[in-house]
């Protein structure tokens, strides 16, 4: 009797400490792909380190790019639900010193469980700065400036008449604009007059279309793969699972799991050194999926799923080779040999589907998440528009 019980708690003693090892907080490599919320490191291993790019024989002589602003603060509508998480966690707590499970294996370890019981509402962060750029966003975007200063330097010059910037209206954009010129000029960028304007019809065309919001923006239809994906039997067991892990005896609102996803992401983007312990409560698994939710909306609203966004995509195409037109049709350099756009993850996208990138030979579905073509999609909201997304193309003579 003495040597059974002795082996039962051998295998209890090994069972915790495969548990301990399993803790996501110290996992060494991540999930950190989270859609249009990725912090850009991640999607591109770090802010480049350029060199000059050269091609022989032939001399850059225009430049056209796109960006999407820098990470940024949640928006206005968001921060009452987000705030909801300090009840959330609290019960969470509670779950746990009540030992309220109804398996023990769904349990968080305790190095998770302690950051979490650490984690508080920032009280810095409150609705005056909703949708604001965040610090990590504002030095991304220096850092970024200066990458394709390194890269192209007799294009993207300290001659301030080389320059045309636009940018949407709105605080990110507009200030994600003065941090890529402050990486550009330096310490010069407060004292020079540098041509900008602000463009809403080119940068944002989807809200001035109205066959584009009958058709795609209040079409039913257009999210029903999302919804559909949602539904499913797969899903819905990752809303248990998640449910049990954080000790409760029901399946909770989806709300809440969308709340702490929310947190987990902006939590990655704001600090990206730093454990965020939202994430902790996911498995690399329930990242993967609820990545490809958001997928599943892009690739309907603003992707290949649509007929009518090629249209709006070939907006910022057409401002592309306007531009470039100026510099061929003259024999004499013209001014601005750049033109640098800001705006956000749609017209990202939508300029990405009008140039036929990262199409896949299928439609991206519900049922096919499990097939291997969508686990290794092109269409990827993590990796076409990320924080910081940019596109350019350059004009060689």
Request: proline share 4%; glycine share 4%; aromatic share 12%.
């Amino acid at each position: 009797m003495r040597l059974k019980l002795l082996l039962a708690l051998c295998l209890i003693y090994a069972s915790a400490q495969a548990q301990d090892e399993s803790c996501r907080s110290a996992d060494d490599n991540p999930y950190l792909l989270f859609g249009t919320k990725t912090a850009y490191t991640f999607a591109n291993r770090g802010i480049p380190v350029s060199r000059a790019h050269n091609v022989p024989g032939c001399q850059p002589i225009a430049i056209w790019m796109l960006n999407r602003h820098g990470s940024h603060n949640p928006e206005a509508d968001e921060f009452a639900e987000l705030q909801k998480l300090v009840i959330f966690k609290n019960n969470v707590m509670i779950n746990y010193s009540n030992g309220n499970f109804r398996n023990t294996n769904f349990r968080m370890c305790n190095a998770d469980l302690n950051l979490l019981e650490r984690w508080e509402w920032n009280p810095r962060l409150n609705i005056s700065f909703a949708g604001d750029l965040t610090s990590e966003g504002y030095m991304s975007t220096q850092q970024l400036a200066q990458a394709w200063k390194q890269r192209f330097p007799g294009l993207l010059t300290d001659n301030v008449h080389d320059y045309l910037f636009k940018y949407v209206n709105d605080q990110r954009s507009s200030t994600t604009f003065k941090a890529f010129t402050e990486g550009l000029f330096r310490a010069q960028a407060d004292n020079i007059d540098i041509s900008k304007e602000t463009d809403e019809k080119l940068l944002r065309p989807y809200k001035y279309c109205p066959s584009w919001n009958a058709n795609v923006e209040e079409n039913a239809d257009t999210l029903s793969q999302q919804h559909t994906f949602e539904s499913s039997q797969d899903y819905k067991d990752m809303l248990n699972n998640i449910s049990r892990r954080l000790g409760f005896n029901y399946d909770i609102e989806r709300d809440d799991l969308h709340n702490m996803y929310q947190m987990c992401h902006y939590n990655k983007a704001w600090q990206v050194a730093q454990i965020s312990p939202w994430c902790a409560v996911f498995t690399k698994d329930d990242l993967k999926r609820l990545e490809y939710l958001e997928d599943l909306q892009t690739y309907y609203k603003y992707g290949y799923g649509s007929p009518k966004n090629q249209e709006i995509g070939c907006t910022g195409i057409k401002d592309m080779m306007t531009f470039f037109n100026t510099h061929v049709d003259n024999e004499k350099p013209q001014q601005p040999r750049a033109i640098v756009h800001f705006t956000e993850a749609p017209m990202l996208l939508l300029t990405l589907l009008a140039l036929g990138a990262r199409r896949d030979a299928a439609p991206l579905t519900a049922a096919a998440y499990h097939t291997a073509p969508a686990q290794s999609r092109k269409w990827s909201a993590s990796a076409m528009a990320p924080y910081n997304a940019n596109l350019a193309a350059v004009l060689y003579k």
